[in-house]
């Protein structure tokens, strides 16, 4: 049964990144995400441990909003320096606040690593953006063909189209929990940006829920999760995340493609929804 939907502010996706930066294209403003290191911090100390009572999920819902959050800024928009160079800089990568025991967390983390000391050393030079902007769009883009199709809705059919029957279904998600992702009326909501964010903006709604000693709501909200998990995100975004890694050549969009599938292996755990490794999908021709 699909959640009833609660009466609540319409938001729109941003996220507020070090020194003020906040990244175009998708616009959470009143509940806008801080990526800041001193809070990033007490979220990997606290989400060790699994959680098992209500208590237990606030840092694991916190750092998954700021997860998520970060993962969809950085998906959708195309590499600038004015935001990709805080990035090294700030040491974001350092440490992560969700996931952080999945191997695919940790070997993010060394690729990305790797790439803030190359920028710190050098600064990001005009041959590191332009690296990073021809992987964007081998990625994102695609040469004729894509690779990497971003759209839930082309690897469930075999036209490979988009706003199909996936795009009308988040989208009818987007509305019930009053999200609006700030983009033109060409851009489909099922882009694997927009899915990362909103499970990013209903973790970040059910630790305000907790916080606020609102149980239904809580509850509510994490079994919107599952849900939107089962029918959405966990279906294709691991597969995703196997054609972006096979596409990437950037240590930085290695990174990334990684990231998302630790982030997605834990929320498969967490939220007790298994991955079809099985299922099928014809727009990739399997």
Do not use: C
Not at 16 to 36: E, R, Y
Not at 107 to 126: F, I, N
Not at 199 to 214: C, I, M, R, T
Not at 249 to 278: H, K, M
Request: aromatic content about 12%; charged content about 25%.
């Amino acid at each position: 049964m699909t959640p009833a939907r609660r009466e609540q502010t319409t938001y729109t996706f941003i996220t507020t990144f070090p020194h003020g930066m906040a990244l175009p294209n998708i616009s959470i403003d009143d509940a806008a995400i801080p990526i800041v290191r001193n809070r990033l911090e007490i979220i990997v100390t606290e989400t060790s441990a699994p959680a098992t009572h209500q208590a237990d999920w606030a840092p694991v819902l916190i750092g998954q909003s700021l997860l998520f959050g970060l993962l969809g800024k950085l998906l959708y928009s195309n590499p600038a320096r004015d935001w990709v160079e805080p990035l090294a800089l700030d040491n974001l990568f350092e440490e992560a606040p969700f996931a952080a025991e999945q191997e695919s967390t940790q070997r993010a983390l060394k690729l990305l690593g790797e790439w803030s000391a190359d920028v710190a050393r050098e600064g990001l030079t005009e041959a590191m953006l332009e690296d990073l902007r021809v992987d964007y769009t081998r990625i994102f883009v695609g040469h004729r063909r894509m690779d990497v199709p971003a759209w839930e809705s082309v690897y469930f059919n075999q036209e490979r189209l988009t706003f199909q029957e996936e795009t009308v279904s988040v989208r009818r998600w987007f509305d019930r929990f009053g999200v609006k992702p700030g983009i033109n009326a060409r851009e489909p909501e099922d882009h694997i940006a927009f899915e990362l964010s909103f499970v990013g903006h209903l973790a970040e709604q059910a630790a305000n829920a907790l916080d606020a000693g609102d149980g239904a709501a809580f509850t509510e909200l994490l079994a919107a999760q599952r849900e939107f998990l089962s029918d959405h995100l966990l279906r294709w975004g691991w597969k995703w995340t196997e054609l972006a890694l096979e596409q990437a050549q950037t240590n930085f969009y290695q990174g990334l493609a990684l990231l998302v599938q630790g982030g997605l292996f834990e929320l498969s755990a967490l939220y007790d929804v298994p991955i079809d490794w099985e299922i099928r999908f014809p727009g990739l021709g399997a």
